[in-house]
């Protein structure tokens, strides 16, 4: 039985992958220190024999007894109020962190992936985002510490790659969506959803002339594990390049909870907001034959189900 090493288990993200791996047959070992993750998303794993799961902080030396396959470091606080609240601790996981878990694939010759972030491409001025674009980020703003440190990220494991011949996977995440957001992370989706069901006012930060493109969290999934399994070292952008702005999108969200008392309210941009953000996945579909297959209305529509539930 191949194994994998999945940090960040108990986010978002890292829960939806150890369910895709499980479900694939593989042994999988999950580790989170639990910052921003929950329990709740990976209790239904915890029965299971081919399921173990490690409370650690992998800014520490990480170590795991047994031989890896693979090794996905998908930990960070990954929204913009969760990264403003822990700036160090998410420029340790992106740096020291990373640069542990390459020392892990290095000692267990494991296949290692970084979640990477359309966050590297800082205020885009170049559209749709193609992986060959530099970026334009500011290393001082509040976002710096999210950027710079994923950015340190995909270079440390580039390093490794050239000059260990680590076998290496850089996958630079956009906007994704689903089940088990948490409900108070401060990013978009949620909001909007929590505020909607309560019949609250929708923040709009600025004029919501912003746009962002949303992929579903199967999708993301799907090609996660696709580019893993490829040969392809460089950076591939995952996402769906359906583009919208933060008006369409919250009405779209006000549409679809039918609460008539919701309606849009305007708070101010956060510093640094990038005002356009959307995939070139031509990479993607190429190299890995991956395109996102869920709609933004199916999507949300699954989605929906679950704030119903939590909110
Ligand atoms: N946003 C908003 N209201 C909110 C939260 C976010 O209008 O309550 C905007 C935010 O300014 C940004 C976009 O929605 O332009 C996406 O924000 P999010 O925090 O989800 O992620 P980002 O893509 O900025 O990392």
Known sequence: MKKVLITGAAGFLGSHLCDRFIADGYSVIGMDNLITGSMDNIAHLMPLEEFTFYHHDVSQFVHVPDELDYILHFASPASPIDYLKMPIQTLKVGSLGTHNLLGLAKAKNARFMIASTSEVYGDPLVHPQTEDYWGNVNPIGPRGVYDEAKRFQEAMTMAYHTYHGIETRIVRIFNTYGPRMRVNDGRVLPAFFSQAIRGEGLT????????????????????????????????????????????????????????????????????????????????????????????????????????????
């Open 204 to 311: 709009v930060f600025g004029d919501g002339q912003q746009t962002r493109s949303f992929c579903y969290v199967d999708d993301l999934v799907e090609g996660i594990v696709r580019l893993l399994k490829s040969d392809y070292h460089l950076p591939v952008n995952i996402g769906n390049p359906s583009e919208v702005t933060i008006n369409e999108f919250a009405q779209e969200i006000i549409d679809l909870v039918g609460n008539s008392k919701a309606h849009l309210i305007n708070k101010p941009l956060p510093v640094d907001d990038p005002k356009q953000r959307r995939p070139d996945i031509t990479k993607a579909q190429t190299i890995l034959g991956w395109s996102p297959k869920v709609s933004r209305a199916e999507g949300l529509k699954r989605t929906f189900g679950y704030f119903k539930e939590v909110v």
